[in-house]
């Protein structure tokens, strides 16, 4: 029954960009062996360099669609996407890190061969087509961030933020599997495409089978909702983001919830697009619970962002907030006919989000000291006198955050916004321009902080020559996609799913 | 209509923005150099759109000049620009206010102080190409985007120039402004998703074409959801009263140029949005809505007058004025006929000129006295004889004495509101009230201020009028001249789009009459 595949049904090209970084990472293992202790700075070179050949070997793959390890890998236009998104991000924590560790005295090679293992997770993640590789690619992703949260250690706060991660996503990869195996136990398998068609040809009003869909697809929700941080599995997020060493933050704030998107978009779309519990229903059975969990979102994470004094703590609410943003995006993919507009608009708003947010966390270790302190808010006043170009930069990030025109961010949140109105969502969308009006309060206090408080200045013990590089691309990528959108949108496009039912 | 080739329009548009980019490499020393080349950028502006009234033709009341380029194509939205009689008298107005507020700036103490020089010339020139951009898109998109834009400049020369309490007024007009028009982005969207474009004359003639309907059916139909939407929007920019509470603390934190800037052109980004996106778009909410907006705006121009009255600071004082004033504006849009529509734009003009004259008048005297209590001066016109009489005429302009700009819009808007079908009699009467109580508070700051006796020693050796004060306030009394002698080419230039506007909805004032 069981045959060995060839190496042609393999399909191994198309999996290289992911594959590159997990072999990478075990390599670079090996060669960290070698690496004098105090010149750890080489790992981190060498693995950007890996990073740097993922992306390029992904554009290669970019427009050709395939799939691989027999239906469970499958890489399509928003697996290069979303690769973009992850690989972009991995290496702007590689140069965020440099300096912080050594500042930090906490400089080992393994930091960044665990991200490059957590960066290969999330690829994973964004090509998976089958909840068994979803699984896997969780694991991938998650344990090297319990560790990295952790790697500040003996540091409290750090140690708690690891601990915190660990016991609470422990628990909802629990979830996940339970919500697989009963998934599987309603259709007969866990490979995506074929859930989808089980569905047609199963009567899911039949008793049992229809409840074992419905808890199942929940628990996978609740699964995947932990890692993106909705409302209510957010409760983890703003100790791990506030304890994490800052660049760890900025990269799971950003990377962990790509990931954890591109996987819950792919389910949706793919597996579960017409799972209905009422026959001939318009819009599938998950967009209610996923509409009222980005409602949610939105609503908790902006309030709950004013009032926040310290900058990692309000990065990481405004993060959940964000989540709520996207996730009206996912909501709007369960009408009939959205699915592409509305993972592209998903995908452009990850995009947006990314440059801005590692912007905004790359300032943020700009102003923290060597001991971990000195992101209150307060710790802005006055930055705008002693360091106006770093100011600027922030209010650009800021501005870009709250959706001011010509910053990537409002491009994002047009196109969620358009996304949720032609899937004839319009409560949630007005839910989303309002909270966005809350969120305006907080981020615009931070401008208010730098420009028109009178300080003695602040210091910036953190800006160094990498973290500086990090900030000035990620500014230059937040006008960019601000001002010539049609350059991310073109990334997706029509088409963005290869086994599109 | 896809057009190469570079129109006048856009040259206009992005001129301050070519001034904003040799700022960004002068040096933070070189001051002089940064406020002349600054000065001069916005002239050359000016000069510039002044060619875009030689070669407009008043004819015609559709597009010209129009440029497009692709901006957005995947959600069909364009960089398009053009300018209609109305655009064209607005982006006038702009181009000749900025000079004028760049120059006032000059000697403005607070920039000695606080410093940053580049910084708030760069600003203002951001400011001019947003407030362009508001007045030339053709696109829903792309107006948004300036509309937007306007705040983030305008946030920061309150924030960092204004007086005392400026933390609190920028967090609160930005506040507030961002409330009012993303609400607005919701109903471009479904505006622009139902017509699978965000042209504006794309979606004006399937509305007309009956390609594209918005089913009203009453106050509270969907066509009336989507005129609210901007209608808040736009209401929180005028302000229209109950909306209004931020414009009291922006104007007075403001830094002169600010607040001039902030009558002259901002306020005027609502009230054109009025005109050009909420009646013509959805003319059968904006006719049912017609008598409560219009009863906002009597409550606006009574209540600003009297609240006018009670201020002790002069800078209040006529930050309340702008609420009467733009009362007037409201009405006369909402009396939905063409001398109404005309007038109120006239008095968008006027209002820009003679509010934004007053704001100059009071920065000169902060300058010399550092105070904007009406009590700390007194006879003024005998210490400045000069500034007294322009004084003079520009409080008489803002008051509406025939002869002078103010009155021609004033008269146009009654006008228009007592041969309304949707307001009326009743409106005109109260609207004249709050005539007479602008020249009653006038006429008080008048008296207080500059005439009665030089008793206070302060005020006996105030410095006299410097040149360049005399070449700020010039022109603006020359307009106000011209205009109220002389209205008919400004009338002319806007006839036939406001005509154009009046068609769209004229069919439906009988059909909205007849429902339930």
Not at chain 1, 247 to 260: I, R
Not at chain 2, 283 to 304: C, Q, S
Not at chain 2, 380 to 387: D, T, V
Not at chain 2, 410 to 425: A, R
Request: aromatic share 12%.
């Amino acid at each position: 029954m069981f045959q060995v595949p060839t190496l042609e049904e393999l399909n191994l090209g198309i999996t290289i960009p992911a594959m590159s970084v997990a072999v990478w990472a075990c390599i670079l293992l090996l060669i960290d062996l070698w690496v004098p202790k105090d010149r750890k700075s080489t790992t981190a070179w060498l693995a950007a360099g890996g990073l740097v050949f993922a992306f390029v070997a992904n554009l290669f793959v970019y427009n050709t669609p395939g799939e691989s390890f027999m239906g469970m890998f499958v890489a399509d236009r928003f697996t290069g996407f979303m690769n973009v998104i992850i690989l972009v991000t991995a290496f702007l924590g590689v140069l965020l890190s440099l300096d912080y560790l050594k500042r930090a005295g906490i400089e080992r090679g393994e930091f960044y061969i665990l991200l490059l293992f957590a960066t290969s997770g999330m690829m994973f993640m964004a090509s998976s087509n089958d909840l068994i590789a979803v699984f896997v690619s969780l694991e991938l992703l998650s344990i090297p961030l319990y560790v990295l949260s952790a790697f500040r250690a003996p540091d409290l706060k750090s140690e708690e933020s690891g601990l915190k991660y660990f016991v609470l996503g422990a628990f909802a990869s629990a979830f996940f599997v339970y919500g697989a195996a009963l998934v599987y136990g309603a259709t007969g398998t866990t490979n995506l495409p074929e859930i989808f068609a089980a569905l047609q040809t199963l009567n899911v009003a039949e008793t049992g089978t229809a409840l074992l869909m419905l808890v199942g697809s929940g628990l996978v929700l609740v699964g995947l909702g932990f890692k993106v941080a909705v409302v209510p599995f957010h409760m983890w997020t703003p100790d791990v983001y506030e304890g994490a060493p800052t660049p760890v933050t900025a990269f799971m704030s950003v990377g962990a919830k790509a990931g954890g998107f591109a996987a819950l978009l792919r389910i949706l779309i793919i597996g579960l697009p017409t799972f209905a519990v009422v026959d001939a229903a318009t819009a599938a059975s998950w967009q209610q619970i996923v509409w009222i969990l980005a409602a949610a979102t939105v609503i908790l994470g902006n309030l709950v962002a004013i009032s926040q004094s310290n900058i990692k703590r309000m990065l990481a609410y405004s993060s959940i907030a964000h989540a709520g943003y996207i996730m009206m995006a996912v909501a709007a993919a369960g009408t009939a006919g959205m699915a592409d507009a509305s993972a592209n608009a998903a995908l452009v708003y990850l995009l947006a989000y990314a440059f801005t947010n590692l912007g905004a966390f790359a300032v943020a270790i700009a102003i923290e000291k060597d001991d971990g302190t000195g992101t209150s808010l307060d710790d802005f006043n006055g930055l705008a006198k002693s360091r106006p170009m770093l100011a600027l930069m922030m209010t650009i990030f800021m501005l870009s955050l709250t959706g001011i025109p010509l910053t990537s961010g409002f491009m994002g949140k047009l196109l969620v916004f358009q996304a949720t109105l032609d899937a004839g969502l319009v409560p949630l969308a007005i839910i989303g321009v309002l909270t966005s009006v809350v969120s305006a309060f907080y981020y615009i206090r931070i401008i208010l902080n730098m420009y028109f408080k009178d300080a003695e200045g602040s210091t910036t013990p953190g800006a160094t020559k990498y973290v500086n590089w990090v900030v000035y691309a990620a500014c230059a990528g937040t006008l960019i996609l601000g001002i010539a959108p049609a350059l991310a949108i073109n990334l997706g496009g029509a088409n963005l799913f290869a086994m599109i039912p | 209509m896809e057009n190469t080739g570079l129109s006048l329009v856009t040259v206009v548009l992005f001129l301050p923005m070519v001034g904003f980019s040799i700022l960004l490499f002068m040096r933070e020393s070189m001051t002089e150099q940064i406020k002349w080349t600054a000065f001069g950028t916005s002239m050359v502006t000016f000069a510039v759109s002044l060619l875009l009234w030689v070669g407009f033709d008043a004819n015609n009341p559709g597009l010209q000049m129009v440029q497009q380029w692709a901006f957005l194509p995947q959600v069909g939205s364009n960089y398009y620009v053009g300018i209609d009689g109305m655009s064209l008298l607005l982006v006038i107005l702009t181009t000749f206010i900025m000079p004028i507020a760049i120059l006032a700036s000059f000697r403005a103490h607070v920039l000695h102080e606080r410093g940053r020089e580049k910084l708030y010339y760069m600003l203002l020139l951001l400011l001019e190409w947003a407030m362009l951009g508001v007045f030339v898109a053709q696109d829903l998109i792309v107006f948004f985007i300036f509309y937007e834009i306007t705040l983030v400049p305008m946030y920061f020369l309150i924030g960092i120039w204004g007086s005392e309490n400026r933390v609190y007024a920028a967090l609160k007009f930005f506040l507030y402004t961002i409330a009012g028009s993303i609400l607005m982005l919701l109903a471009i969207l479904y505006v622009g998703s139902a017509a699978g474009t965000f042209s504006v004359p794309a979606i004006m003639s399937m509305i007309q074409s009956g390609e594209l309907v918005f089913p009203f059916s009453g106050l509270f139909s969907p066509q009336s959801f989507l005129f609210l939407g901007f209608f808040i929007g736009f209401a929180v920019k005028v302000p229209i009263w109950p909306l209004h509470s931020w414009l009291p603390d922006a104007h007075v934190q403001a830094p002169t140029a600010g607040s001039v800037i902030l009558a002259g052109v901002l306020l005027k980004l609502g009230t054109y949005g009025l005109i050009r996106f909420c009646v013509p778009l959805f003319p059968e909410a904006a006719v049912a809505w017609a008598p409560f907006v219009g009863v906002l705006g009597v409550i606006g121009i009574i209540y600003g007058a009297w609240v006018s009255y009670a201020q002790t600071d002069v800078k209040k004082l006529v930050a309340y004025s702008s609420i009467s004033h733009l009362g007037f504006v409201v009405i006369g849009i909402f009396s939905l006929t063409t001398a109404g529509i005309q007038g109120a734009l006239i008095q968008m003009v006027n209002h820009g000129i003679s509010t934004g004259g007053l704001f100059l008048l009071v920065g000169m005297l902060y300058e010399r006295r550092h105070t904007k209590a009406i009590d700390a001066y007194g006879g003024i016109w005998k210490a400045l004889p000069l500034f007294g009489g322009i004084s003079l005429v520009i409080t008489l302009s803002s008051m509406g004495l025939p002869g002078l700009n103010g009155f021609v819009g004033e008269f146009t808007i009654l006008m228009g509101t007592f041969n309304s079908e949707v307001l009326g009699f009743f409106f005109a009467l109260f609207a004249t009230l709050g005539i007479i109580l602008a020249a009653i508070y006038m006429l008080y700051m008048f008296q207080k201020v500059y005439m009665g006796e030089l008793d206070k020693e302060e005020n006996k050796h105030l410095e006299p009028l410097h040149w360049q004060e005399i070449a700020v306030l010039a022109p603006i009394v020359v307009m106000a001249i011209v205009l109220g002698i002389q209205p008919g080419p400004f009338f002319a230039t806007m006839g036939a789009t406001v005509t154009d506007v009046v068609a769209r909805v004229t069919p439906f004032i009988t059909t909205v009459a007849q429902l339930p």
